[in-house]
Each structure stands twice: as C-alpha cells, then as structure tokens.
C-alpha cells in the first residue's frame, strides 16, 4: 500500500517472511519513523521506487526479525550528535589537562 499525508510523509506498507515467519513492516529507512518532505513531488519520488506487488530487498535488524528496513542510508543525527558531544565533553577535558 502506497499513500501520502501532511506534511508530505511517505508511507510504504509491505511484508516479508525471516526464517518461514511472515512480518509487515512500514519502514522506509532505518532508525525512529519515516522521514517527511518538504515537497509533495520529493514524498512523491520516494514512494514511486516501489511498485504495488513488486518484490524488493528488505533489510532485517540482527536480533529482531519484526523489524525491517528498505534503504540502507540512515540519518545523520546519530554521527552529529556524537561529534558535538564529543566537543562538549572533551572540551573542558582538553582545558583541564591542559593547564
């Protein structure tokens, strides 16, 4: 099932079977929901890379079958928050070591 909503959040509803169990998932790309859009053309082309029907590759979490993935690309927050909380901490650790 393929449909879109406001603010332009593309939804892609399939299943697939792990280990003779089937799951349906609405997973996109990995990490917490579906990435929005600021456009109903940018949503538009996301969706349009699945086909009603069609037999694509989805990517099952190590450990928890009921959790797939279509895209392999994750958000970047995890690497930035990381880095500024690597300036944050090490920082006041720099200065103190320093002085």
Same mark, same amino acid.
């Given at each position: 099932? #393929?449909? =879109?909503?406001?603010?332009?959040?593309?939804?892609?509803?399939?299943?697939?079977?792990?280990? *003779?169990?089937?799951?349906?998932?609405d997973n996109i790309r990995p990490g917490i929901g579906t990435e929005a859009s600021d456009t109903r053309t940018a949503a538009e082309d996301r969706i349009d890379q699945y086909n009603v029907g069609e037999t694509t590759t989805a990517y099952v979490v190590q450990g928890s079958?009921? !959790?797939?993935? #279509? !895209?392999?690309?994750?958000?970047? =927050?995890? #690497? %930035?928050?990381? %880095? =500024? *909380? =690597?300036? #944050? %901490?090490?920082?006041?650790?720099?200065?103190s070591v320093a002085s």
């Open positions: 099932m #393929l449909k =879109l909503t406001r603010p332009y959040t593309p939804h892609v509803t399939y299943s697939y079977t792990y280990n *003779g169990t089937e799951y349906t998932s079958p009921s !959790k797939s993935y #279509l !895209k392999k690309q994750s958000s970047p =927050l995890p #690497l %930035i928050f990381g %880095i =500024l *909380g =690597l300036f #944050l %901490i090490g920082r006041p650790v720099y200065k």
